[in-house]
Nanobody
Framework: QVQLVESGGGLVQPGGSLRLSCVASGSIFKINAMGWYRQAPGKQRELVAIITNGGSTNYADSVKGRFTISRAGNAVYLQMSSLKPEDTAVYYC????????WGQGTQVTVSS
């Protein structure tokens, strides 16, 4: 079992930046990868970025060059820059073990 707690969401103007954080607890030694997903109203949840234990990363095309995922111990971060209104969504932290675990989500709203 893994518990994930996210923080760092909020309201930001277009072009601004936010940093999301997610701290894992529990059986963290079993985690193979951690990532961020997002779900906008009326849309399916989609992958934003993922990072493996070895440090390999993968990004959605829509965020490449603007978002950076990183890990430090049992925490994963998402640095978001040049934010656009279409980045507005609930962002979920994900930990991949034999099964996937999810955080409760944090709202990111990009609006002027």
């Amino acid at each position: 079992q893994v518990q994930l707690v996210e923080s760092g969401g909020g309201l930001v103007q277009p072009g601004g930046s936010l940093r999301l954080s997610c701290v894992a607890s529990g059986s963290i030694f079993k985690i193979n990868a951690m990532g961020w997903y997002r779900q906008a109203p009326g849309k399916q949840r989609e992958l934003v970025a993922i990072i493996t234990n070895g440090g390999s990363t993968n990004y959605a095309d829509s965020v490449k060059g603007r978002f950076t995922i990183s890990r430090a111990g049992n925490a994963v971060y998402l640095q978001m820059s040049s934010l656009k209104p279409e980045d507005t969504a609930v962002y979920y932290c994900n930990a991949l073990l034999a099964t996937a675990y999810w955080g409760q989500g944090t709202q990111v709203t990009v609006s002027s």
